[in-house]
T-cell receptor
Framework: EAQVTQNPRYLITVTGKKLTVTCSQN?????MSWYRQDPGLGLRQIYY???????DKGDVPEGYKVSRKEKRNFPLILESPSPNQTSLYFC???????????????FGPGTRLTVL | GQNIDQPTEMTATEGAIVQINCTYQ??????LFWYQQHAGEAPTFLSY??LDGLEEKGRFSSFLSRSKGYSYLLLKELQMKDSASYLC??????????????WGLGTSLAVNP
C-alpha cells in the first residue's frame, strides 16, 4: 500500500530535550516536505527536499533541522524544543514533477507534539 | 504577494448541495488543489484544476477561473461524513521552489441532519 508513515504519532516532551520525528514514504517520491498546522494559521511549510541531499528552508524553519540521506526518509529534528513548537506536524511527499494532478502531495498521519 | 482566501465556516444540511469558494493571488499559478481534512487527521486529495472550467468526480466538483483568481468546490448530496475542513491550495512556480503549495486556512463545513 502506497503511504507516508510518521513516528511517533503523539509525543509529550520537555523544553530542551532533543527529539526526532521520522517520516518515510514507499512511493519513490522525489519531493518531501514538513508542515506544522496550528489553529488560525493553517499549514505552514517548515522544510522541504527536492531529492536526496537537497534540502531547503520553507516558511518557518527556525528551531528545526532536516536531513535527506535516503530517498524514502526525511526526518525532522528539534535540537532544543520550546513550547512554541507545540503543534500538529505533517510530513508529505509527491512525485516532484511540479506539474499536473499526479504531483499531488500525500500526507502522513500526523504527529501531535506537546512541549512543556 | 501570495494570498488565498476562503470562508472560515459553513453549515449545510444532509442531502443538500454546498459550494465552498476560494480566491487566490499568486504570480506563478501552476494548478489548484482541494483537500479534505477531518479533525486531527491528515489532509487527503480531492481534486485538481489547472485549466478553466469544471472538473467532476462523483459527488464532488471543482471549478476554476484563472482570469478571476477564483475556484469553488461543489459538494452534492451531502452526507454527515462530509463534515470536515476543506483546504484550497495553489501551486506556485515563482520563487525557488516550483513544487510549493500556498495553502488557504481551510473552510470548516458542518453537515447537520
Amino acid at each position: 500500500e502506497a503511504q507516508v508513515t510518521q513516528n511517533p504519532r503523539y509525543l509529550i516532551t520537555v523544553t530542551g530535550k532533543k527529539l526526532t520525528v521520522t517520516c518515510s514514504q514507499n512511493m519513490n517520491h522525489e519531493y518531501m516536505s514538513w508542515y506544522r498546522q496550528d489553529p488560525g494559521l493553517g499549514l505552514r511549510q517548515i522544510y522541504y527536499s527536492m531529492n536526496v541531499e537537497v534540502t531547503d528552508k520553507g516558511d518557518v524553519p527556525e528551531g528545526y533541522k532536516v536531513s535527506r540521506k535516503e530517498k524514502r526518509n526525511f526526518p525532522l529534528i528539534l535540537e532544543s524544543p520550546s513550547p512554541n513548537q507545540t503543534s500538529l506536524y505533517f510530513c508529505a511527499s509527491s512525485l516532484g514533477s511540479g506539474t499536473g494532478a499526479a504531483d499531488t502531495q500525500y500526507f502522513g498521519p500526523g504527529t501531535r507534539l506537546t512541549v512543556l | 504577494g501570495q494570498n488565498i482566501d476562503q470562508p472560515t465556516e459553513m453549515t449545510a444540511t444532509e442531502g443538500a448541495i454546498v459550494q465552498i469558494n476560494c480566491t487566490y493571488q499568486t504570480s506563478g499559478f501552476n494548478g489548484l488543489f482541494w483537500y479534505q481534512q477531518h479533525a486531527g487527521e491528515a489532509p487527503t486529495f480531492l481534486s485538481y484544476n489547472v485549466l478553466d472550467g469544471l472538473e467532476e468526480k462523483g459527488r464532488f466538483s471543482s471549478f476554476l477561473s484563472r482570469s478571476k483568481g477564483y475556484s469553488y468546490l461543489l459538494l452534492k448530496e451531502l452526507q454527515m461524513k462530509d463534515s470536515a475542513s476543506y483546504l484550497c491550495a495553489v501551486r506556485d512556480r515563482s520563487g525557488g521552489n516550483n513544487r510549493k503549495l500556498i495553502w488557504g486556512l481551510g473552510t470548516s463545513l458542518a453537515v447537520n441532519p
